[in-house]
């Protein structure tokens, strides 16, 4: 299948990162793939729209993404607005899923995990819609 993520990075005074940011996407019985969000360029940046496109196995409709990043730099806290994730078959391109995930919240950097401070490395989410009920997937890729 081929994975287009789109990552919205919020409008907030130091929203954005230059840390390693990498994503987690499950299915409904938790079945997962792994991605590190790279390309050339700056990325993550505040009020900015990143697209990303990989290839991997299959696993069918995404219900849940995480998302973390590494705290590679000083102050490397990222305010993420939302993701929208497309999931295509190879090949015939026909449309797996399409899942747009709202998050809004602060992903903090590692540093501050382990000073104690209560803030959180990582986030899941659930998509508008609930896979664990049948509900049909956004057919429009």
């Known amino acids: ?39 050339p360029g700056n990325n993550f940046e505040r009020n900015a729209v990143d697209r990303f496109v990989a290839t991997n196995a299959c696993i069918g409709r995404i219900c849940k993404v995480e998302v973390t990043q590494n705290g590679k730099y000083p102050s490397s806290s990222w305010y993420v607005k939302g993701l929208n994730v497309s999931v295509r078959q190879s090949g015939s391109n026909k449309c797996v899923s399409r899942e747009i995930f ?19 490395t990582k986030y899941h989410w659930m998509p508008a819609s609930n896979c664990d009920h049948g509900a049909l997937p956004n057919p429009r890729c």
């Open 1 to 39: 299948c081929i994975y287009m993520v789109e990552v919205s990075t919020g409008d907030r005074e130091g929203a954005g990162t230059d840390a390693d940011v990498f994503l987690r996407l499950a299915n409904s019985a938790d079945q997962s793939l792994n991605f590190q969000l790279q390309r």
């Open 102 to 120: 709202t998050i809004d919240q602060w992903v903090r950097d590692p540093v501050m995990e382990r000073a104690g401070n209560g803030f959180k």
